[in-house]
């Protein structure tokens, strides 16, 4: 029987890339995305001829704790258990600190950061009784060194690091793995809203002159996901092209 992998935000630049490279690693990914695109995460699925083998949609609204609990504590009634839990929903509001309403503030910090509890919560005790799983969480390298126009997001980033230290130390002794990925700039929708200018001065700062591609990031997902990667744990893994070394 396939292994079952969650994913938030799977249809996302870097989330359908994820879902493809499990999907081809064997996983069956349950792929939620936002509740108000269910019409394109139907279209995506099709484009993508996912079968209900491969892929099965699921609405979740992540920055909804009450949802989330909902429709997590439901899904394990059907599933039994979820092996791999990969938390990658995220979006970014840049601007200036002084700037910042604290709209922008909270909308990243919830979307971000309170996600994780929002999602792992409800999945979390259950991963611990059948053991053997992982939590992997897409971080940023944002938030290991701290972004120009980023105090929400490279704040989320950085307390998603923390997170994952912490719950690590919880899971441990039940074969709960729980590591970061932390992406550099990747070329996604999200990268491509910078301005061009700003964009290529980013660029030039980056030893290996390029962008990462989503399939870079997806492989190291696949890694983690893996029994080879059984002892790896409280681990941040950056995919940056030596924009930082830590
Ligand atoms: N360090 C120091 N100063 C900087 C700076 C930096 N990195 N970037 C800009 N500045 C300075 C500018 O030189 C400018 O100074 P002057 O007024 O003296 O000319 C001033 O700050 C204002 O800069 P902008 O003209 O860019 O200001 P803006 O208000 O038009 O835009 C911004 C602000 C939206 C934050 C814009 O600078 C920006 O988009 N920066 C990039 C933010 C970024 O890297 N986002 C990552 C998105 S992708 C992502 O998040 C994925 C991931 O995980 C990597």
């Not at 249809?11 to 939620?32: E, N, P, W």
Request: glycine fraction near 8%; hydrophobic fraction near 40%; proline fraction near 3%.
């Amino acid at each position: 029987m396939k292994k079952v992998a969650l994913v938030t935000g799977a249809k996302g630049g870097i989330g359908s890339s994820i879902t493809q490279a499990l999907v081809d690693a064997g996983f069956r990914v349950i792929a939620t995305h936002h509740p108000k695109s269910e019409q394109s995460a139907k279209e995506w699925i099709k484009e993508n001829n996912y079968s209900a083998e491969s892929v099965q949609l699921l609405p979740l609204d992540v920055v909804d704790t009450a949802f989330c609990k909902e429709s997590l504590t439901a899904l394990l009634e059907q599933e039994g258990h979820i092996d791999v839990l990969v938390n990658n929903a995220g979006i970014t509001k840049d601007t200036t600190f002084k700037r910042m309403t604290a709209e922008q503030w909270n909308d990243v910090i919830n979307t971000n950061l309170n996600s994780l509890f929002n999602v792992t919560q409800p999945l979390f005790d259950s991963m611990c009784q059948h053991g053997n799983a992982r939590i992997i969480n897409i971080t940023s390298v944002n938030g290991l060194k701290g972004q120009f126009g980023q105090t929400n997001y490279s704040a989320a980033k950085a307390g998603m690091i923390g997170f994952t230290k912490a719950l690590a130390a919880e899971g441990a002794r039940s074969g709960v793995t729980v590591n970061a990925i932390a992406p550099g700039y990747t070329g996604t929708a999200m990268v491509e809203a910078i301005k061009p200018e700003v964009l290529e001065s980013i660029k030039a700062e980056i030893p290996m002159k390029r962008l990462a591609q989503p399939q870079e990031v997806a492989a190291a997902v696949v890694f983690l996901a893996s029994d080879a990667a059984a002892y790896i744990t409280g681990e941040t893994l950056s995919v940056n092209g030596g924009l930082y070394m830590h």
